[in-house]
């Protein structure tokens, strides 16, 4: 045991304090919840001006989270997904879409959008991942030393994105900065001191909600073969979506698609700065270890630290007796470094398998609906790194992001040898 290492009394995992601490620490506090206290419970965190809630349980172990996800009918999303508070139900919806809603208004709603992220359809736009992820390698290959997460990293999934729905490139770091609010967990640099987070957080959805509503005037006019002209012109069961319904998608997707997949290339390229056999596995065969590499860094990184789930009546999970209306967190990440399903699971390995990790959720209806996407997006642009970039390494340490929401990477120096 480290001399930082807590002992089970000692982990609060709803204090901002536990949040700021190494990655290795937070870990090692996970571990010891896993083995001592898998369904932990937890008092809410302290915000000011809102009352603190009842207090929710910390799902920890990897059998617990499937066996929860699996059962929607007694662990709820309607609650809110996204959210430990209870936020008012339009807040929550608003913010979360379907994410925070439970069967049959979920299914119908991702059924609008499903069709465009099956693999097949994932085919035909390819193409344009490919061009992206070429032209933001090729933008960076001549300068030698770059903030990965910046240059490279949070571009790149929100230019794919932008370029689905069809966003004009002047509104695309509106788009960032905006989301960055959204999924911030007040961290400083995205919240200044100062600034009431509730009031950020509320500026940044009227602000997206704003350029949605232009865009989808526009389509309504002149419909294009983008997301957001099928999205505006969509017909499911006889309903049109409202422009509300339309905003609370359109910010689920932006915010959904771009923190999570620039989390796991940031975290991909630590690692693999980190071990730089696990680099050179990968390199000599870049298609061939493509697949479990990519599972292995979305494992790793457990961009999505948890998603909460509502208890519709009392239920008992691995003789733990649960009362209806208690929360529930499920962590991603603990349940992905779980000794009990993974060998060796604080190594970093790019050719493990089989991987059956939970970092796109556990199995059920809300199941990430972008894990094709993220899949391919995630292969292309590691593909592009090795290739224009063959002797990239890490140039200083990485900037952990506070938030207790996503695993994030604020910044990563790295370094090459420039293209001329
Ligand atoms: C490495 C990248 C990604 C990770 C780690 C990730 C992780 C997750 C997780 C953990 C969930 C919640 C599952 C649950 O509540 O049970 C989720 C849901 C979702 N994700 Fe992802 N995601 C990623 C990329 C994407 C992308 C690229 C998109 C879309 C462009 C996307 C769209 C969604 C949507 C729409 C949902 C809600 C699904 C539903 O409630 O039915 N995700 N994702």
New binding site residues.
């Given amino acids: 045991m480290s001399d930082n290492a807590l002992t089970v009394d000692q982990i609060d995992i709803s204090s901002r304090e536990f949040w700021g601490r190494p990655w290795a620490e937070r870990d090692a506090a996970f571990a010891t919840l896993r083995r001592e206290r898998p369904i932990a419970f937890f008092d809410e965190p302290v915000i000011e001006a809102i009352p603190p809630g009842p207090g929710y349980w910390a799902i920890t172990r990897h059998a617990d989270i499937i066996e929860i996800?699996r059962n929607p009918e007694v662990f709820s999303?309607a609650a809110g997904?996204v959210s430990i508070l209870d936020l008012p139900q339009e807040m929550s919806e608003f913010f979360g879409?379907?994410?925070s809603m439970d069967d049959p208004r979920?299914a119908h709603l991702?059924k609008i959008?499903s069709g465009t992220?099956t693999p097949r359809m994932l085919d035909k736009i390819l193409a344009d991942v490919e061009r992206v992820a070429i032209d933001i390698v090729a933008g960076v290959a001549g300068k030698g030393e770059i903030d990965l997460v910046t240059e490279v990293a949070s571009p790149f999934?929100l230019l794919v994105?932008c370029d689905m729905m069809g966003i004009p490139e002047s509104q695309q770091q509106m788009v960032l900065e905006q989301s960055n609010i959204i999924l911030s967990g007040a961290d400083p640099e995205f919240i200044p001191e100062g600034t009431d987070p509730v009031a950020a957080f509320l500026g940044a959805g009227a602000l997206l909600e704003g350029l949605l509503n232009e865009l989808a005037a526009n389509r309504r006019a002149e419909p294009t073969d983008d997301l957001l002209s099928a999205l505006v012109n969509t017909d499911v069961d006889g309903e049109r979506l409202t422009q509300q319904e339309l905003a609370s998608f359109f910010i689920?997707?932006a915010v959904?698609?771009n923190e999570?997949?620039r989390?796991?290339t940031s975290h991909g390229v630590a690692h693999l700065g980190a071990n730089p056999d696990q680099r050179a596995i990968w390199m000599a065969d870049v298609d061939g270890v493509t697949p479990t590499a990519v599972e292995e860094i979305?494992r790793y990184?457990?961009?999505?630290v948890w998603?909460r789930r509502t208890l519709t009546r009392d239920h008992v999970v691995s003789g733990h007796q649960f009362h209806e209306g208690d929360k529930v967190l499920?962590f991603?990440g603990s349940a992905n470094r779980d000794d009990a399903v993974f060998a060796d699971p604080d190594r970093f390995d790019v050719r493990r398998d089989p991987n059956p990790h939970?970092?796109?959720?556990?199995p059920?209806?809300?199941?990430?609906?972008?894990?094709h996407?993220?899949r391919r997006?995630?292969g292309l642009i590691f593909r592009e790194m090795f290739r224009q970039l063959p002797d990239l390494e890490l140039a200083g340490p990485p900037d952990q992001l506070h938030s207790s929401f996503i695993n994030g990477i604020k910044h990563l120096p790295v370094r090459f040898t420039p293209t001329t």
């Avoid at 990184?301 to 999505?304: C, E, I, K, N």
């Avoid at 939970?358 to 556990?362: A, L, T």
């Fill in positions: 996800s999303s997904a879409s379907f994410i979920h991702r959008v992220f999934p994105i689920l997707l959904a698609g999570t997949t989390t796991a979305v990184a457990s961009p999505v998603m499920l991603y939970v970092g796109f959720g556990g059920g209806p809300h199941f990430c609906l972008g894990a996407l993220a997006e995630l």
